[in-house]
């Protein structure tokens, strides 16, 4: 699914010349299951709960218009890192 994402983000012009991967996480997906009036978020985190600081270029990152970064965790440690450093 991330191969997909980033192969449409490219089409449309964003930068892509900062992203890495990695081989031992997968890519965070969300699933919405409806149950009547309810319905329920199950998350795999994948690479999300697995970045840190330093996978940041954040002299990249400060001289960019716009850098979109979401779905932190405040459970997962390594959310709170990147918060204070973002």
Known sequence: MGEIALTRLGESGVDLSHITSRGDVGTRVTGLLPHGQRRHIL?????????????????????????????????????TRLARAL
Do not use: K, M
């Not at 970045?51 to 979109?68: C, G, P, Q």
């Open 43 to 79: 998350t795999y985190l994948g690479a999300i709960a697995a970045i840190t600081v330093a996978d940041l270029d954040l002299a990249y990152l400060t001289s960019s218009r716009h850098f979109h970064f979401s779905s932190l965790f405040p459970a997962d440690r390594s959310s």
